[in-house]
């Protein structure tokens, strides 16, 4: 079974400063699609970022980057000039290759300060 | 905006009575998922259905049930329903059936009293 962990439930970053979420996994697949989702108040889901496992290079877009550490199974999100509408919670997921249900983290809500 | 949409945006509806929430994809877009989203349990997706096929099932009740139709819109019928099934539920869209990202509706929240 697929599991993905996110260790921080609340994060808080001052207004242009960078913040780091977190987000490990665990599987015994090779091939798979990691995201990223926020969820602003809202609550609707919106995509953020995407990374495939069989590529090396961290995806980017725009003021968000990724650090995919495949063998480490770690999968970290970087916002950079943080704004406040980035005020969100954010929720890492897994997809295998072969499959097609999403595995998501419980969340981390962040909080961009004035 | 994502381009799916979902109806009701909210429902509040008491214990034992059965519910429709509906969802329209993104133009173009065959799959379809329905999730889940409680306080206590995270984001659980629930089933998926591709042009009109359930593809894949996840924790999915037995008193839920889903399906899609011809035009591609889905519905997502609860019934008997109990107080821990308040909760938002989500749709999401993809062209293909897997490997796809998936684009999620604004949900529907259902508060069962």
């Known amino acids: 079974a697929q599991t993905v962990t996110q260790s921080q439930p609340e994060m808080s970053v001052q207004e242009a400063e960078t913040v780091t979420l977190s987000c490990t996994y665990d599987?015994?697949?090779?091939?798979?699609?990691l995201f990223w989702y926020k969820q602003p108040p809202s609550r609707q889901m919106i995509l953020v970022i995407r990374?495939?496992?069989?590529?090396?290079q961290n995806a980017t877009e725009n003021r968000f980057s990724v650090n995919f550490q495949k063998a480490a199974k770690s999968f970290s999100l970087k916002i950079s000039d943080s704004q406040l509408g980035d005020t969100a919670m954010y929720f890492c997921?897994?997809?295998?290759?072969?499959?097609?249900?999403?595995?998501f983290g419980t969340g981390t809500s962040l909080t961009v300060i004035p | 905006d994502s381009g799916v949409t979902q109806t009701p945006k909210h429902l509040i509806t008491a214990t034992g009575q059965r519910v429709t929430l509906r969802c329209s994809p993104r133009s173009g877009d065959l799959s379809v998922y329905w999730y889940q989203q409680s306080l206590d349990q995270g984001l659980q997706f629930l089933i998926q259905y591709y042009n009109g096929e359930e593809r894949a099932k996840g924790n999915i009740l037995e008193r839920f049930s889903a399906q899609q139709f011809p035009d591609l819109h889905s519905e997502l019928n609860l019934s008997s329903l109990e107080l821990g099934d308040s909760a938002l539920y989500f749709c999401?869209?993809?062209?293909?059936?897997?490997?796809?990202?998936?684009?999620f509706g604004p949900g529907t929240r259902l508060l069962v009293l």
């Open positions: 599987t015994s697949e090779n091939n798979y699609y």
């Open positions: 990374q495939e496992a069989y590529k090396q």
């Open positions: 999401a869209s993809s062209v293909e059936y897997r490997v796809e990202t998936q684009y």
């Open positions: 997921a897994f997809m295998k290759l072969a499959g097609n249900q999403f595995y």
